[in-house]
């Protein structure tokens, strides 16, 4: 159940938490002695960084949802799971999905994934580590599209050293100061990465061809919303 639990957090967004509450006593008084009472029961997860209570969206979309847990699951192999860390990389996921968590939080928690997931596929393949090489070759074998998301970020991707790493100066401003970026471009880059991410662990799960669990989830970055300024 826990690694079922675990594959549904790329189509629910958010991870379970086991509590369970059971009212013992009401003013003193032990439940098991009153004439009748009723109890609520509720269900929610940790979905941040925090492990703070929230509850599990009120929308589902079922559609084809058992099979994709069928397929994810049965590629969720303890390898997968454990030796290339991607029980914790759904974990950052989850931390960048938290609405409350400011944009910088957020792009760090999806770095942190993306190069997390791609250390281990490098030592796996026994290649470099540095940042760059080893996110390009994570890219390269999951077989996952990023032109169309670096376009939203560089305006050349291809004048790029590493196309595939189109966030670098992103991740570095926030990591270390350096270079200066608007917030305006460092929320843009944080959604596309955000989408390149869910498109790994998408492939890590369920291959490249895909497909047939397309309704469960968005992969394509939402537009961009532009305010006029003031005259």
Known sequence: MTKILEVSQLIQETAPRYIRTKITAIDNTPSDDMDAHYEVLKSGGTSNVSA??????DKVIWTNFSEY?????????PYVREN???????????DAR?????VEGKLLSVCSAIELLALWHAREEQ????????????????????????????????????????WRDARNHVSHGAPNMPIGDLIATQGAVMVLLKRIIRNQLLGSENESFEKLYSMEL??????????
């Not at 703070?52 to 969206?57: H, S, V």
């Not at 847990?69 to 192999?77: G, L, P, Q, R």
């Open 69 to 77: 847990v069928e397929e994810a699951y049965d590629n969720y192999t």
């Open 222 to 231: 939402r537009p961009s919303i532009s305010f006029a300024e003031e005259s």
């Open 52 to 57: 703070a209570f929230a509850p599990f969206p």
């Open 84 to 94: 290339l860390h991607l029980r914790q990389v759904l974990g950052y996921y989850i």
């Open 98 to 102: 938290d609405p409350n968590r400011p």
């Open 127 to 166: 290649i470099s580590e540095a940042t760059g090489e080893k996110i390009q070759h994570l890219i390269t074998k999951l077989d996952v599209e990023t032109n169309d998301l670096a376009q939203m970020v560089v305006s050349e991707p291809s004048n790029l050293n590493i196309p595939e790493y189109f």
